[in-house]
């Protein structure tokens, strides 16, 4: 049943520079993911599958491939009253300047929300991995007659610090806030009753009463919900906690965008991208299916379109339209395909200019790496992962994050190059 009167606001985030280079050349919400999809996909399918039909993605750097694939991807018939807008960052007569922060990006967009003539408002994040039931979370909030509600999710002393931790009274209701406490501070604030994962941690996550969400955001200047917006409320309003246990990963580091890539390759993954009931949409692209010619494929998510010759293929995510030549070895890889086939006559223009063509060529060893799309991997080249605390480094065709390599968008790695 459709939740009509329920708006999301889909954050579409800022630089996304812990995401880097992968974000050199778009938002973070466009960064592909699983072989064939897209972040922003996560949160817009989730709505969907909620019934919450009514979503706008709020959308400020490097936002062009984002707002083509949106375009391209949600459209709804003239019956449903559903519909997915793009809010862009735009100047005003009421402000002359972009968003300074999340809050900040909703402020700017009052009057938008208003016209919405909806009742609550779900803020989400562009890119986080998770399936949620916002069915289920908008009924508990209006069954506490909530102000704000917070979706939060226990977790390990280990990982308390990364988040905003919270605690809550025996009816559920928040009653302090603590952003990313560091390890020395967590004593007192356990309160999930679970020895393995004693705290409750903010998913950025976020249900508000429509004339609530506009009282606290015209009352302050305040720029961003998880560190000021949200600790004023729980000082002022009624506000409480849906824990959810299910899995949910924040993609916000390239080290956690890789680690939630190889989690779809186990056998029994965490997150089902093969779910009937709740499936996660994504652009349709009429593509053939994949063809492989005396290959070895071990645990391995393989998309549409692609051409592999020969090849061993364990534990990795082969994206769109992946070429992979042969007596190629790719191990722990997210490789993210391309937008295009190249035509036979490409291929010669790729001859006459000395360049490999798209894809990875003939006696290559990749492993642990992300190649972004378009790359051009020439013959015998060598690319490994090296230690988690390896030294940064960048260069215009790639970069060591995390001891990961990440090959940029478009890179161009030579014939025999060992990274």
């Not at 924040?250 to 890539?261: L, P, V």
């Amino acid at each position: 049943m459709a939740l009509r009167d329920v708006l999301a606001l889909i954050l579409g985030g800022g630089r996304g520079s812990r995401l880097y280079p992968l974000t050199k050349l778009r938002a973070k919400p466009a960064v592909p993911i699983g072989g064939k999809y897209r972040l922003i996909d996560i949160p817009i399918s989730n709505c969907l599958n909620s019934g919450v039909e009514k979503i706008y993605v709020l959308t400020q750097f490097l936002s062009a491939s984002l707002h083509r694939h949106i375009y391209q991807t949600y459209k709804f018939d003239t019956f449903s009253g559903g519909y997915v807008y793009v809010l862009a960052a735009e100047e005003t007569p009421s402000g002359m300047d972009w968003y300074q922060g999340t809050a900040d990006a909703v402020r700017k967009q009052l009057p938008q929300i208003s016209n919405a003539r909806i009742d609550d408002v779900l803020v989400l994040s562009g890119d986080h991995l998770y399936r949620m039931d916002y069915a289920e979370f908008i009924g508990l909030h209006r069954a506490r007659r909530a102000d704000v509600t917070i979706a939060v999710q226990p977790v390990s002393r280990a990982d308390a610090p990364r988040f905003g931790i919270l605690e809550i009274d025996g009816e559920g209701r928040i009653t302090s806030f603590h952003e990313k406490p560091p390890e020395e501070q967590l004593d007192g604030l356990e309160c999930t009753g679970d020895d393995a994962r004693p705290y409750l941690a903010s998913m950025g996550i976020y249900a508000f009463r429509h004339d609530v969400l506009h009282d606290v955001l015209v009352e302050t200047d305040a720029e961003d919900f998880g560190k000021q917006i949200i600790p004023a409320a729980i000082d002022t309003r009624r506000v409480y906690a849906y824990r959810f246990d299910g899995y949910w990963r924040d993609i916000g580091t390239i080290r956690a965008f890789y680690e939630a890539n190889m989690g779809l390759t186990l056998s029994q993954p965490p997150f089902q991208f093969h779910d009937p009931c709740s499936p996660i949409y994504t652009r349709p692209r009429y593509l053939p299916p994949s063809r492989a010619e005396g290959c070895d494929l071990v645990r391995t998510a393989l998309a549409e379109g692609c051409l592999i010759e020969s090849a061993d293929i364990s534990d990795s995510v082969i994206g769109l339209r992946s070429v992979i030549g042969r007596d190629v070895t790719i191990n722990r890889t997210v490789m993210m395909g391309a937008d295009y086939h190249e035509a036979p006559e490409g291929k010669v223009e790729n001859r006459r200019l000395g360049r490999p063509d798209v894809g990875v060529g003939r006696g290559s060893i990749i492993e642990g790496a992300i190649i972004d799309k378009n790359a051009r991997i020439g013959e015998g080249v060598v690319i490994r992962s090296q230690p988690d605390n390896a030294e940064v480094v960048e260069t215009n065709d790639y970069a060591i994050c995390e001891g990961i390599v990440v090959i940029a968008k478009n890179a161009v790695i030579p014939d025999g190059t060992v990274i």
